[in-house]
């Protein structure tokens, strides 16, 4: 229970990834504030939470909003008295049916840096000033391998994981001395709905793949890039982060943490 008495925001966490983490950092003795755009999911992830003997509130939160964001933090500070863990997970891979064109449209761009840039802005610049005052505070962002190498297939989102890992090193160095971590986590290859569509992606427009059912590309993929040859889970990101925003990492920050059985070795 290294997480007792801390008080976790985890956006995006109401599904996927971010409800791993939720359930990570629960499992830990954190409470948590799910803030999804999803109202159901993250109302029922919060339920399932709520079974580990923990406090879990579901709040809708559009993280492009800053409005909704202060109104989220407010309530959490009211309700549960402090803010020691922001998990900036929330993120697309563009704009609704990218995965059915061919190249990058412009609104592809502008979704994925609104919410996987801007939106950790906009959260960081609402929820830190809690932090700043108790002068303590973990912050994890939510990069990817594909911010490590720019893809073809997918070059804003790509273009938009790698100003992740360039911002958390900037907010590493700005937050330190009000006694905030700042890292980041790259997640490999995990077979999610968003996988699924970069899948699609690659079938129909990457010779390597053309033809293959979205699952099968994911298994070329796997069998050709992780040394290890074993596909991530929701769960091994899950106990990452809650590593890194534990104690036990307390002079850590400014990393961004592959976890990608050995596919980038930087
Ligand atoms: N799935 C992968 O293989 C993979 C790999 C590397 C990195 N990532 C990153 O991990 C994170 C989670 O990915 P996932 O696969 O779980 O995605 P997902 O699509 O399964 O879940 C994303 C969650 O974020 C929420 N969300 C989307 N836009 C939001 C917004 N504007 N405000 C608040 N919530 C919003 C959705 O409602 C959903 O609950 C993302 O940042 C993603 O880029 C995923």
């Known amino acids: ?12 966490g109401a599904t996927g ?10 499992r830990d003795g954190a409470d948590i504030v799910v803030a999804d755009l999803n109202k159901n999911m993250a109302q029922e992830t919060a339920g399932e939470l709520e079974e580990l003997g923990v406090t879990a509130n579901a709040v ?40 059915e064109h061919a190249k990058s449209r412009e609104e592809d761009w502008g979704a994925a840096y609104d919410v996987n ?12 000033p809690s932090m700043k005052e108790q002068r303590s505070g973990k912050i994890i962002n939510l990069a990817s391998i594909a911010g490590r190498e720019g893809r073809p297939a997918i070059p804003h989102y790509s273009a938009s994981k790698a100003a992740v890992i360039n911002y958390t090193q900037g907010l590493a160095t700005t937050l330190a001395e009000y006694n905030i971590n700042v890292n980041a986590v790259c997640p490999g290859l995990l077979w999610t709905p968003m996988w699924e569509q970069v899948g699609q992606r690659y079938a129909a427009h990457n010779r390597d793949y053309a033809g293959l059912e979205a699952r099968e590309v994911f298994d070329r993929m796997i069998a050709d890039v992780i040394p290890l040859g074993r596909e991530q889970t929701p769960e091994d990101i899950g106990d990452a982060v809650s590593f ?7 002079n850590i ?10 596919a980038f070795l930087r």
């Open 117 to 128: 840039v801007k939106g950790i802005f906009n959260c960081i610049t609402a929820l830190t």
């Open 1 to 12: 229970m290294t997480l007792k008495g801390k008080v976790a925001i985890v956006t995006g």
């Open 60 to 99: 809708i939160c559009d993280v492009t909003k800053p409005w909704m964001i202060e109104k989220m933090g407010e309530s959490t500070l009211e309700r549960l008295g402090h803010i020691d863990i922001l998990i900036n997970n929330a993120g697309v891979a563009g704009a609704a049916g990218w995965y």
């Open 253 to 262: 920050t400014g990393q961004a943490l592959n976890i990608d059985g050995g």
């Open 17 to 26: 990834i971010g409800r791993a983490i939720a359930f990570a950092l629960a």
């Open 244 to 250: 890194l925003v534990s104690d036990d990492a307390h």
